[in-house]
């Protein structure tokens, strides 16, 4: 078989074509432009709003604090800043619902490229305790929030991160053919381009107003009880089926076992976080968040060897005591059995804008 | 196995490998063994049938070398075609004929049913098989004696499944005078390669979704565009599979340094059906010219006995589609279709005139016509369509813009390919005009192609 002759060479060819296709998927994917038309309310046009906000918010003379964290993360980035001449910190959030340890590190990567941006940052925990049913490490959902983000450089430690065979495929596709993970988007833009840039274009005057500044749920489970011994919930009549079913499930549920799988992708993502912040002024903050409307009486005690208390007694991270947010534990400020309604959430805000402004107050002035 | 999955590409890289680090005598056992392989993947038993039907039709050969002309040599070429005639009629059309069996006695459709698995690709192995043993009574091909180089050209995986039908002459050619590929032919096989990837996964796959939506419930799509809009899609659904499959055939064979005749020759740009049908499938359709339409008397008996020619063949075409009443009328219509165009005198001319884009719309919607009984589910279903097709209400187009511009593309590079033939060009144009073509078309895989689950080829059913 003749590869290379005097006119023709089959592998500088074929490795030419190769290049100029990845030239082609990296222009259109890889500049940005495309990640700006992305479907807003897809979960990476999503995740791409939240961030965008963050990056667009001036940064003021105050200390800068950032929140990551998922759903249950009740801070109201509005209501804490109201205090802010109080506490000297100014909030801002990237919790985004869904995301994980993995997902904050690149989510962070991005809103504070440098380093240098924040003096604390907020890590929300359910648990100190390494408590898990679900096998964190092989989230593919984690893929779907990613895409826009991740870089060629990230392919081994993103793609090697995942256990199972088939999701390390679709990370290597996520990080190496942005084209193919764009797609079905890509398609949906193509079918009505117009629509989506219009959208797109509304999206951006009005993001903050819809996402950070938005209202939460004013309803409460206030009037609900909970009989541990028959295993029965009472739930008030507002709440529809499909919720109380959640709801009934999520209190009922027995509690989650220690899962050292949990305890190696918390010493891999929060390790590597922390490892991106050495040596600079930003201090990270480990919180546990309010546990639910009710606690149940029979959780076990807390485990000393947790990751987040390595950490913290390795001194790169600060522990809040764990039961600082115990008083939000009533079912008035729920709106569900895992997230703070919207009074609950001005209580927490109010009390951990408190909090943060003391622990930093000490150790550092203000800019 | 499917063509079109990563699966597919480690097969074919691993027999690429092996192929050309193996001495020379050592080739066709790997090609052989790939061959068995790759359709034991499919269902392992049915391997067992290629072996027998390669058995029988090798001895009937070795017989005929032995005997002269005269009854014995015609009764190994009638035990031949009855071994490879009465295994397609048993899998493929057993079921076909106990149900019209079955509905003559008024007896329920399926009381004579039995459940029989169709094996990949038997229409196209046995009429390769037919081919060789019929070219060797006749004395145009020479008997094979090595049964391995035999079975090779039975069970060669390119073609395995859905064709091309290669003629013994020149597979034989081939591998008796088997030279490596050269750069300019590898080029042109990668080409191959990724052009039918792109028509597969792009295009057909993409029509695949509209037309699945709409022939599974065509009450559900009411008015005339909707019916057309349905209709077209298939028509552009089935050729860019078909053609897609055939290209990577060809470009696959080539690669491995044997040449496959053209099978497809831009058909919706025919100017009739009798172009349509130098142009579409041509494997198949100079197969039953040269083996059912010419020993019918062709038209070497006059007007009447050509038309029955045509008919004959068409239909028995169509049959050899599919098992089902709808085959039987694509078949005859086609031949309807070529009878009225010889009755009309409509002849093929090689240069284009002005009115010529109309005779290609108005083929065009012929040929799409005939579709309708190819992917109807049942003969009502395909009347039912039928009447929409010119039903009062417009009702709605089911593509998308974007698609439809896809669609424009493609006619414009047919165009173009028909005026100046750039796809033979390219593997010799300068390296970026090449390897651009080759990113593109790997970008709009990335952007179009369909990575839901592989598709099966429609031609793999038959």
């Known amino acids: ?367 | 196995m499917l063509f079109h999955t990563p699966q597919f590409f480690a097969f074919f890289v691993v027999v690429l490998v092996l192929f050309y680090a193996l001495p020379r005598p050592a080739r066709r056992w790997i090609l052989l063994a790939a061959s068995y392989f790759f359709y034991m993947c499919w269902n392992a038993k049915f391997v067992l049938l290629i072996v027998a039907l390669t058995a029988i039709d090798y001895t009937a050969a070795m017989w005929m070398r032995r005997l002269p002309a005269g009854s014995k040599r015609k009764a190994a070429l009638v035990m031949s075609l009855a071994a490879n005639l009465g295994f397609l009629g048993f899998f493929k059309y057993y079921n076909f004929l106990a149900g019209n069996l079955a509905w003559v006695m008024a007896r329920p459709f399926d009381a004579f049913a039995l459940h029989i698995i169709l094996p990949m690709g038997i229409s196209f192995h046995t009429f390769q098989s037919m081919s060789y043993v019929i070219d060797v009574y006749r004395g145009e091909q020479e008997v094979i004696t090595n049964v391995v180089d035999y079975a090779l050209y039975i069970a060669f995986f390119p073609q395995l499944v859905a064709g091309p039908i290669v003629r013994a002459r020149h597979f034989f050619a081939d591998l008796y005078d088997w030279r490596a590929p050269d750069a300019r032919e590898i080029l042109r096989g990668t080409l191959l390669v990724v052009f039918g990837l792109l028509k597969k996964l792009a295009i057909a796959d993409q029509f695949a979704r509209i037309a699945d939506v709409f022939f599974r419930d065509p009450a559900a799509h009411p008015g005339y565009l909707a019916a057309w809009s349905g209709v077209i899609a298939f028509s552009i659904q089935i050729f860019f599979d078909f053609s897609g499959y055939t290209d990577m055939a060809i470009g696959l064979a080539q690669i491995l340094g044997f040449h496959f005749p053209e099978n497809f020759r831009r058909p919706y740009l025919a100017r009739s059906i009798t172009e349509f049908w130098r142009r579409w499938h041509i494997s198949l359709s100079t197969w039953l010219r040269d083996y059912l339409y010419i020993p019918l008397g062709g038209n070497r008996h006059g007007r009447w006995q050509t038309y029955r020619n045509l008919m004959l063949t068409m239909l028995l075409g169509g049959l050899w589609h599919g098992a089902s009443w709808n085959f039987v009328i694509w078949g005859g219509y086609h031949g309807a279709l070529l009878s009225l165009e010889r009755i009309l005198g409509i002849r093929e001319r090689q240069r284009w005139s002005i009115f010529d884009p109309l005779r290609v719309a108005l083929t065009f919607a012929l040929a799409s016509i005939s579709w309708i009984f190819f992917r109807a589910a049942t003969l009502r279903d395909s009347v039912y369509i039928l009447r929409r097709l010119c039903s009062g209400a417009h009702g709605h187009i089911l593509w998308l813009h974007w698609q439809l511009w896809f669609v424009l593309a493609a006619l414009v590079l047919a165009v173009l390919e028909e005026s100046y033939g750039w796809f033979e060009r390219l593997p010799e144009a300068p390296a970026w005009v090449y390897a651009s073509a080759i990113a593109v078309c790997l970008f709009c895989l990335e952007l179009i192609g369909f990575s839901g689950r592989a598709v099966p080829f429609v031609y793999f059913q038959f």
Request: net charge positive.
């Open chain 1, 1 to 367: 078989m003749a590869l290379v002759t005097r006119r023709f060479s089959v592998p500088a060819r074929l490795g030419l074509a190769l290049l100029l296709f990845f030239a082609l998927d990296a222009l259109a994917f890889r500049t940005g432009w495309y990640v700006s038309i992305l479907e807003p309310n897809s979960t990476a046009g999503f995740l791409r709003t939240y961030l965008n906000i963050e990056k667009q918010r001036p940064i003021g003379r105050y200390r800068q604090v950032l929140a990551v964290g998922d759903s249950r993360m009740g801070l109201k980035t509005r209501v804490a800043n109201l205090v802010t001449g109080n506490t000297g910190c100014e909030f801002g959030t990237i919790a985004v619902p869904g995301t994980t340890p993995r997902c904050w590190y690149y989510m962070l990567r991005e809103v504070d490229p440098r380093c240098d941006r924040y003096d604390a940052i907020l890590v929300p925990f359910d648990s100190y305790d390494d408590r898990a049913w679900e096998r964190h490490a092989d989230r593919d959902l984690d893929l779907n929030y990613l895409m826009p983000l991740l870089r060629v450089t990230d392919l081994p430690r993103f793609v090697l991160s995942y256990p199972s065979w088939t999701n390390r495929g679709r990370a290597a596709e996520a990080v190496l053919l942005k084209g193919l993970v764009y797609q079905n988007d890509f398609q949906a833009f193509l079918a009505s381009p117009r629509t989506r840039l219009q959208f797109v274009r509304l999206q951006e005057e009005h993001a903050r107003e819809w996402y950070y500044d938005a209202a939460w749920d004013r309803r409460s489970l206030a009037g609900m009880s909970v009989d541990w011994n028959a295993k029965t919930v009472t739930l008030p009549v507002w709440l529809p089926p499909e919720k109380r079913r959640e709801t009934e499930h999520i209190l009922l549920e027995d509690t989650k076992p220690i899962s050292a799988d949990y305890t190696s992708y918390r010493r891999q993502w929060l390790g590597a976080i922390l490892d991106r912040y050495r040596g600079t002024r930003t201090r990270f903050i480990f919180l546990r968040l309010p546990r639910g409307p009710v606690v149940r009486p029979d959780l076990p005690p807390p485990d000393p060897n947790s990751m987040a208390c390595q950490f913290a007694s390795a001194g790169r991270a600060i522990l809040l005591p764990e039961h600082t947010f115990d008083s939000l534990e009533r079912p008035e400020l729920f709106g569900d059995a895992l997230h703070l309604n919207e009074e609950g959430g001005y209580e927490f805000s109010m009390m951990l804008a408190g909090e943060i402004g003391r622990l930093l107050a000490p150790a550092q002035g203000a800019r």
